[in-house]
Structure formats: structure tokens, C-alpha cells
């Protein structure tokens, strides 16, 4: 073969190269085989360490299913939450949505750190964060789904994108809705997604507004059951004790199920972004109805949802790294 012949074929290997690669490791999509022959332990790990955390703080479980949400909606889902301040990064932890709210990042260390011994510099955070949220639904009475993974980590965090994309509680239906489809997730997602207040607490700061001056003229939010709402201002004073903390779903606070949905028709949501999604929109009325009635059909869709939620803009391929310390980027030292 001649010296011309060869550097054809070498060029031509070259140029249909990227076609053989795309398939999968470069192909910009997750899948759930994504570490089977990289770190065939790293789920069980995960689940495990996720299983003591909670074991220990039944809380935990929602407090880690919130984290992936609040990384997702920011730069998509690349770990970005998990970073600390640090040269030009700063912190989205000290974002107003995570600001004295934001909780298990010592459990995510924790796994990260078992993770590095098994498999040094293979399992993004990202990817730890995906799977946690699952472990927790699930360790709570919740659906399972296979986790589509592959996602790479962020360099950086956006403070702005935190305090802007995440939704408020006192965001109007319209408002949360637009935050979501922006995201490339529809009605449909963001009643199932908000499922999630079935487990977990809220601080009294974030409903206060409804029970002393929901709209300005000092009248409390009359879609909160009125003795409900008495019995809440009882923790939850007009000023201070900002911290108290309340279940989102006071009938079965620690089980993941469908009576947040049940307590929304009956006035009790905790959150003014709870109940709007009964009270202000004919099409989210109805499906919080069907998942009122049908545990079968929240659990479905919410897993639905969330592999979706999961899917905002990864960083795959080559774009990011992997982190191996969730809290900064590699090379950089903590302050
Ligand atoms: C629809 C818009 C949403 C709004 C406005 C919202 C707002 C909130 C607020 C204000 C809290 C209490 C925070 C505190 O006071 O410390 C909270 C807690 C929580 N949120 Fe959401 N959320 C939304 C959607 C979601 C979604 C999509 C998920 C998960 C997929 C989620 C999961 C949780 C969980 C599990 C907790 C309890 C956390 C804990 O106990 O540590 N939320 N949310
Ligand atoms: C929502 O709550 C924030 C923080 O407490 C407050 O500054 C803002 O005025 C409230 N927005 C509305 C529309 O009530
Ligand atoms: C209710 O809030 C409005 C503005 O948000 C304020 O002007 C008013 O004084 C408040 N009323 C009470 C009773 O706190």
C-alpha cells in the first residue's frame, strides 16, 4: 500500500470516527448503563449511604430529592448547587431559594468520598445527585425508575440563575409555570414534580405572607382552611421564628403518597405555590383530582417527570469534568 494510499484510509478513519463514537460516549444522551463497566458499584454505594442518612433523619430523604430540583433548574443538571464560594465561584448555596434551606450536602460529600476510593474520578456529582433523589423517593414509600446518567460537572455556579429560575412560593400559578417551561417542562410535570411536598418541611418564612397579609391588605389568604391556618400562626408568629419548621404534608409527613394532593383539595396545602395548582388554573384543578384519586397515576408520572426533570442540559461527552470534591472545582484548593 503506498505512503498516498494509507493517509487516505488513516484520513477516512479519521472523518467517520465521530460516527462510531457518537453512538453512546459522546452522544450527548444519558442512559442508565452509563457506569456499569466504569463503576459497576457505584449505585449500590450510593443507595447505600443514601439508606443511613436516612435511617438516621427520615427529613433527609426530602432534603436530597429538593437538591437535584435545585441544581437541575440552574445551568441544567451539573452539580452546580454542590459547589462552595471560592476564587470566582460563588456559592449557589447562599441563594435566597437555598439560604438556610438547602440541606445534605454532607451526605453527598459522604457518598462522593466512597465513591472516589471505589472509583477515582468516574461518578459525576451530578450523576450522585440523580440517583439520591431516586434512593430517597423510594426509601419514603415512593415509585423507583432507572436513572439515566453520563451527566458531567459544572466549572462554575450562577447565584442569579438560582435566585431567578427556581420558583418562589409566592410566585403566582403563572409565573412557576412559565419557570418550568423555560425549562422544557410542561403543566403536566410541574403538578406531578410538585408531588414532592408530600415528604419534607418548609421553614415559617415561607408562608407567613398567607396567614397575616397574603395580598397586601392585611387579610390572611382565605384558600388555606381557616382553623388550619390558626393552628399554623400558632409556630408560626407575624414576626419571627422565621426557622420554624412545618411538614408540607401534615397528614402523612414522612411517606411518600398522594395526600399533599389530597390536602389541596381540602384547602391544606402549606405553600401559596401548593394550592394555586388547585385553585388558580382549570387544567392543573384536574390533575391534581387524578392524582388525588389514583396513587397509581401520580407515582407514574412523577417518575416520568422527574427522568425528564433529569434531562435539563446535562453536560456529556467531553464538555465539563468530574469533580472530586463535590464542593469544588478540580485543582483549586478550599480557602
Ligand atoms: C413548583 C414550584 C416549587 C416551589 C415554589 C417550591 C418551594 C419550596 C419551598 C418554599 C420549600 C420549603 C423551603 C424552606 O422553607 O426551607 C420547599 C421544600 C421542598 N421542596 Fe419544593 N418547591 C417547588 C417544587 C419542587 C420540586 C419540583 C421538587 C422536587 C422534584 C421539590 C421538592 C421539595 C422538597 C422535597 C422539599 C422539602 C425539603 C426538606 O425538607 O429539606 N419542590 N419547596
Ligand atoms: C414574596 O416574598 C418575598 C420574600 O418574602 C417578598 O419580598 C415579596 O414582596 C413577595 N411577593 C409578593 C408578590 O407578595
Ligand atoms: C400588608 O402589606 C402591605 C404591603 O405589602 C403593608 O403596606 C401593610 O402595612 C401590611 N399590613 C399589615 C396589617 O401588616
Known sequence: MSLCMSFILILSLLA??????????????????????SCPKAQEIIKSVVAQAVAKETRMAASLLRLHFHDCFVKGCDGSILLDSSGTIISEKRSN?????????????EIKSALEKECPETVS???????????????????SWEVPLGRRDSESASLSGSN?????????FQTILTKFMLQGLDIVDLVALSGSHTIGDSRCTSFRQRLYNQSGNGQPDYSLD?????Q????????????????LDNVSPTKFDNYYFKNLLIFKGLLNSDEVLFTKN?????????????????FNQFAISMIKMGNISPLTGLKGVIRKNCRRVNGIIKQ
Open 226 to 230: 381557616q382553623s388550619y391556618a390558626a
Open 97 to 109: 431559594p437555598n439560604r438556610n434551606s438547602a440541606r445534605g450536602f454532607e451526605v453527598i460529600d
Open 164 to 172: 431567578n429560575n427556581i420558583p418562589a412560593p409566592n410566585n403566582t
Open 16 to 37: 467517520f470516527a465521530p460516527l462510531c463514537f457518537s453512538y453512546k460516549s459522546f452522544g450527548g444522551y444519558l442512559y442508565p448503563q452509563f457506569y456499569d463497566h
Open 282 to 298: 382549570e387544567e392543573s384543578m384536574e390533575l391534581v383530582k387524578a392524582y388525588a384519586e389514583n396513587n397509581d397515576l401520580f
Open 125 to 143: 456529582c451530578a450523576d450522585i445527585l440523580a440517583i439520591a433523589a431516586r434512593d430517597s423517593t423510594v426509601l419514603t414509600g415512593g415509585p
Open 232 to 247: 399554623l400562626r400558632t409556630n408560626c408568629p407575624k414576626s419571627g421564628g422565621d426557622q420554624n419548621l412545618f411538614f
